[in-house]
Structure formats: C-alpha cells, structure tokens
C-alpha cells in the first residue's frame, strides 16, 4: 500500500515561490501519475498537473507558466513549485498517485498554504 | 477546457434513502469519468472509474452510470458515514477538470 506523505511550506508572502514535496513509501515511480491537486477554501478541487507513467510533464494551462515539477527517484519523492504567488493560491494542496483511468488514487494528507502581506 | 457542472450542489436526505447526483459534461467524454467523496478534513476517496467501475473497498450501495455528458452517481439505503461532499471528474482531455462537488447532508 503507497503512502505519500507531503511537506513543504505554509505561510508565504505574495509573489514568493511556493515549494511542496511528497515522499512515495511502499512503491516505485514507473508505471504510475503523480500529482498535485489544490482546493481553495470552500471551493472545488483544481489540477495544477501531474508527471505521467513515461516521466512526462503536464501542466494545467492555467498554471503552466508559473509551475514546475520534478522527482528524484533517488529519494522517491516529487515536487511542486509556483512561482509568484498571490491570495488567489492560497488552498489545500493535495499529491496524489494513481493509474491513467484512476489518476488519484492514493492520496497525500495535504498541505494548507495560506498567501498573506 | 471541458467544463463539468454537478447538480444539485447541496441536498439533504435521511439515513435509509436513496440519491442521486448528475454530472454533465461539457462535451462527450465517454465514459472516461471518476466520482469522488470527500469528508472535512480528509483527502478524497476515489469511489468509481471509468463513470461505473466500482473500486475494491467501496460499499455496492454506491453505482455509478452514464456516458457522453450526462453521469448519475446514485447511493441506496444511505448510512452515515455516506454524508459527505461528492465530486466527479473528467480525464478524456488535458486539463482534468472537476466539478464543484454536491454536499449531502443529513436531513
């Protein structure tokens, strides 16, 4: 059974960098999705992107020139960065792994991200 | 982007009954649809795939059907531990897009 198990900053000031990651225990990379999800407050889940079965990248157009992704196989983890934040990215934010027709299956605990002056 | 709209967004329903909640999509996207519960405070919970493929260790109350745009999520014999907010999402097209949930509460 995966679990992922994310951490990553909390409280950041308007037009910094928002870095998270989330640690994989119990599987491997190949063969799976990898990604990161985000609910604002009171609102709806958001897909920020995802790194695919073959180490690909896909971004959500709305975020994609802030965001970037990677993983480090080495420490079987994977990351997120946004840069420039603003209020507006202030939300939940979720990892998750899963398989092209279950792309979240697992799930990371989450981690609140306030955007404040 | 394919936009998915849920309804009703919220209703309230008494343990024993039976709902339902729609998604429809904006265009047709098979049957490439996951429904979700989600329950404060904990990450969400896959229920279905592929709009009626039935995870392992969900309860058979929960049924999912529909293809093209219009999806049914329907719970019998509610319990509980069924109210909770409920979701659906597409994944036919970048970007995966969700809908803005249906909260169940309890009558």
């Known amino acids: 059974q995966v679990q992922l198990q994310q951490g990553g900053a909390g409280l950041l000031k308007p037009s910094e960098t928002l870095s998270l990651t989330c640690a994989v225990y119990?599987?491997?990379?190949?063969?799976?999705?990898w990604s990161w999800v985000r609910q604002p407050p009171g609102k709806g889940l958001e897909w920020i992107g995802e790194?695919?079965?073959?180490?690909?990248?896909n971004y959500n157009p709305s975020l994609k020139s802030r965001v970037t992704m990677s993983r480090d196989t080495s420490k079987n983890q994977f990351s997120l960065k946004l840069t420039s934040v603003t209020a507006a990215d202030t939300a939940l934010y979720y990892c998750?792994?899963?398989?092209?027709?279950?792309?979240?299956?697992?799930w990371g605990q989450g981690a609140p991200v306030t955007v404040s002056s | 982007d394919i936009q998915m709209t849920q309804s009703p967004s919220s209703l309230s329903a008494s343990v024993g009954d039976t709902v339902t909640i729609t998604c429809r999509a904006s265009q047709d996207i098979s049957d490439y649809l996951v429904w979700f519960q989600q329950k404060p405070g904990k990450a969400p919970k896959s229920l279905i795939s592929?709009?009626?493929n039935l995870q392992d260790d969900v309860p058979s109350r929960f049924s999912g059907s529909g293809s093209g745009t219009h999806f049914t999520l329907t719970i019998t014999s509610l319990q509980p531990e069924d109210f909770a907010t409920y979701s659906c999402h597409q994944y036919h097209s970048y970007p995966i897009t969700f809908g803005q949930g249906t909260r169940l509460d309890i009558k």
């Open positions: 592929g709009a009626s």
């Open positions: 790194i695919n079965q073959n180490g690909g990248y």
């Open positions: 998750a792994k899963g398989v092209w027709e279950l792309r979240f299956q697992s």
């Open positions: 119990g599987g491997s990379f190949s063969g799976h999705y």
